[in-house]
């Protein structure tokens, strides 16, 4: 093993509930209604394909114009901002720091394969960027998770082969995009959720 590709929300912090609470206000101003149970739909996959998902559970999918559709995905986002705001290292979840510190000093490399646009900003308010040897970025995709391309990529800038990569993600789209990357996958949550994986933790 050359590399550890880490996933960012949900495995390194866990901002899950801001995008839940972000969307929620959103989909309430659109008169559509979206729970928990919902939202387990929404990780791992882009702004957009997530307005897009709300959209299409209010049945309102058609309603809007492209144009439309990104002045909603901005407003989320914004909201999304301020709720991050305060982020700071107390919010890195539990024994990530110490695994990045020893895979730092392994010399093992570390890179992240977040869907998210605002993952850079957020490793800086965790004081853990500079333990990244590389980050993809999400904006130079062809195609979101579960597609393969975010993890192949983030080996390529390595210079790595997916062979000599793991891959760690807590949502099923990540798990899936890690396996059809040929990467070994780590996955953290529940089992039945995440059975696909090669090991959960
Ligand atoms: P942004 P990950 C994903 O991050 C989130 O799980 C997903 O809920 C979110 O929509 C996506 O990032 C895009 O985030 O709006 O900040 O660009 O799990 O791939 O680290
Ligand atoms: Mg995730």
């Not at 909603?72 to 301020?82: I, Q, R, S």
């Not at 965790?126 to 998770?145: C, E, N, Q, R, Y």
Request: glycine share 6%; net charge negative.
């Amino acid at each position: 093993m050359k590399a550890v590709i880490f996933d960012l929300d949900g495995i390194i912090t866990d901002t899950a509930g801001y995008h839940f609470l972000a969307w929620k206000a959103l989909a309430e101003e659109l008169d559509i209604n979206i729970d928990n149970e919902f939202n387990e739909q929404l990780k791992g996959i882009s702004r957009i394909e997530s307005l897009e998902r709300i959209l299409r559970k209010g049945k309102v999918e058609n309603k809007f114009s492209l144009a439309e559709k990104e002045e909603l995905a901005v407003k989320k986002n914004e909201e999304y901002k301020k709720m991050i705001e305060q982020m700071s290292s107390a919010d890195i979840l539990p024994g990530i720091e110490r695994l990045l510190y020893q895979l730092n000093k392994a010399n093992i490399l570390i890179g992240l394969a977040s869907a998210s646009q605002n993952g850079p900003v957020i490793l800086k308010k965790l004081g853990l960027h500079t333990l990244f040897d590389t980050i993809v970025d999400p904006a130079t995709l062809s195609a979101g998770k579960p597609n393969p391309e975010i993890f192949e990529k983030a080996a390529e800038q390595l210079n790595c082969l997916v062979s000599e990569c793991v891959g760690i993600e807590d949502a099923a789209a990540g798990v899936e995009s890690i396996n059809r990357a040929n990467m070994v996958s780590i996955a953290v949550g529940d089992k039945k959720v995440l059975s696909a994986a090669d090991k959960t933790v």
